[in-house]
């Protein structure tokens, strides 16, 4: 399910954010440029929205920001990592390494809510994050996260 948001055109693997919102509007820029969302700013703005519930800084180093947004074109996931960590405001107070953003249509809650808990359940193994660490091109990001999906259906 997961592998029909993704592509290898929306993973960055040396993210240049040093913050959070440098990171949303590092991945939110992948998305506008792979004409995954309609309006930039506006969606940016739902991103702030949602997480002005809370933090998606999950903590283990990970982060999941998500909007559902009027402004996506296509419901996708895009993927940054970051080698020196990001300040996040996470649960557990430590820098984030790994993110996932979903950008889904604001009439789409049950992909959406089933896209985050693919990512929540599998960002929770720590060999899972290690692979994504240790990914050395996007291709290895996608083959990484078709295994964990195989691995869902066994």
């Given at each position: ?11 960055d ?23 995954r ?17 809370g ?5 283990f180093?990970?982060?999941i920001?998500?909007a559902k ?8 996931v ?10 996040y ?66």
């Amino acid at each position: 399910m997961i592998e029909t948001l993704i592509d290898v055109n929306l993973i960055d693997l040396s993210l240049n954010a040093r913050t959070k919102d440098g990171v949303f509007h590092e991945l939110a820029l992948l998305l506008h440029r792979h004409d995954r969302i309609i309006d930039y700013y506006h969606f940016i703005e739902d991103v702030y929205e949602r997480e002005n519930l809370g933090t998606t800084g999950f903590g283990f180093g990970i982060a999941i920001p998500h909007a559902k947004s009027p402004y996506v074109k296509t419901p996708s996931v895009c993927f940054g990592k970051s080698e020196s960590g990001i300040s996040y405001d996470s649960i557990d107070g430590k820098p984030v390494y790994l993110v996932f953003m979903i950008a889904m249509p604001d009439t789409d809650s049950k992909q959406h809510l089933t896209t985050l808990a693919w990512l929540s359940r599998n960002l929770m193994h720590e060999s899972f994050r290690n692979k994504l660490m240790n990914a050395k091109s996007p291709e290895d990001i996608i083959q990484i996260i078709h295994q964990a999906n195989e691995g869902e259906k066994d």
